[in-house]
T-cell receptor
Framework: NAGVMQNPRHLVRRRGQEARLRCSPM?????VYWYRQLPEEGLKFMVY????????ESGMPKERFSAEFPKEGPSILRIQQVVRGDSAAYFC???????????FGQGTRLTVV | KNEVEQSPQNLTAQEGEFITINCSYS?????LHWLQQHPGGGIVSLFM???GKKKHGRLIATINIQEKHSSLHITASHPRDSAVYIC?????????????FGTGTRLQVTL
C-alpha cells in the first residue's frame, strides 16, 4: 500500500513560468490537503479538496494559485507566473475521511530562479 | 501571538539523554498531532491524540486538555532522532487534517 506520492520531488522554474505539482493520495483516501513551507518558516495550510470539489481554500493566495482533484488522477496544485517568493516546499496530505488522520507525502521543493 | 507555540526552538542533547519538547495552544482543538521532519525530507506523523498519553517505541506523547499543553518525550535518544519535531492542532471548527502548526523544535542528538 503505497503512501502519499508527490511528484516531482524537486522542481526548478524560471520567473514567469508555470509550476504543476502532483499528489496521489493513499489508496482509499478521498480527502487531500496542500500545505506550504516557506524557507525558515512553519507549515501553512493552503487548500482542502475532496474528489471534484474544493472544500476550503482559505489559505490559498488569491491570484496565480489554483488546485484541483479530479475524479480520476492525482490532485494538482498549479502556480501560474511563478515569482521568487513562491520558492518553498509544498506538501500534500491525504486522509480517508473528514476526521481521519492525515498522511503526508515527501513534498515537492520548488525553486524559482 | 501564534495559536500554537513550541519550546524550545532548538535543542542539543547527547546520545542516551531523555528529551522533552513542549507545545502550548490557545484555541479549541479536536486533536493534537506530533510530526517529524528530517532535513530535506518528508513529514511523518508520529502521534495524533485528543486526551491522555500515547507511546510508540521510545516516543511518548501526552496532552493536558485543561491546560492546553502537550509534551513529546524521547527516551534514550539516538543521533537518528535528529530532526525537526512539529506540533500541530486540528481546530474544533475544522476537519481533523486541516492543521495549524507550531514553528517546530530542531533537535540534534550527538554521540
Amino acid at each position: 500500500n503505497a503512501g502519499v506520492m508527490q511528484n516531482p520531488r524537486h522542481l526548478v522554474r524560471r520567473r514567469g513560468q508555470e509550476a504543476r505539482l502532483r499528489c496521489s493520495p493513499m489508496k482509499g483516501h478521498s480527502h487531500v490537503y496542500w500545505y506550504r513551507q516557506l524557507p525558515e518558516e512553519g507549515l501553512k495550510f493552503m487548500v482542502y479538496l475532496q474528489k471534484e470539489n474544493i472544500i476550503d481554500e482559505s489559505g490559498m493566495p488569491k491570484e496565480r494559485f489554483s488546485a484541483e482533484f479530479p475524479k480520476e488522477g492525482p490532485s494538482i496544485l498549479r502556480i501560474q507566473q511563478v515569482v521568487r517568493g513562491d520558492s518553498a516546499a509544498y506538501f500534500c496530505a491525504s486522509s480517508p475521511g473528514v476526521q481521519g488522520e492525515a498522511f503526508f507525502g515527501q513534498g515537492t521543493r520548488l525553486t524559482v530562479v | 501571538k501564534n495559536e500554537v507555540e513550541q519550546s524550545p526552538q532548538n535543542l542539543t542533547a547527547q546520545e542516551g539523554e531523555f528529551i522533552t519538547i513542549n507545545c502550548s495552544y490557545s484555541v479549541g482543538i479536536s486533536a493534537l498531532h506530533w510530526l517529524q521532519q528530517h532535513p530535506g525530507g518528508g513529514i511523518v506523523s508520529l502521534f495524533m491524540l485528543s486526551s491522555g498519553k500515547k507511546k510508540h517505541g521510545r516516543l511518548i506523547a501526552t496532552i493536558n486538555i485543561q491546560e492546553k499543553h502537550s509534551s513529546l518525550h524521547i527516551t534514550a535518544s539516538h543521533p537518528r532522532d535528529s530532526a525537526v519535531y512539529i506540533c500541530a492542532v486540528s481546530l474544533t471548527t475544522g476537519t481533523a487534517s486541516k492543521l495549524t502548526f507550531g514553528t517546530g523544535t530542531r533537535l540534534q542528538v550527538t554521540l
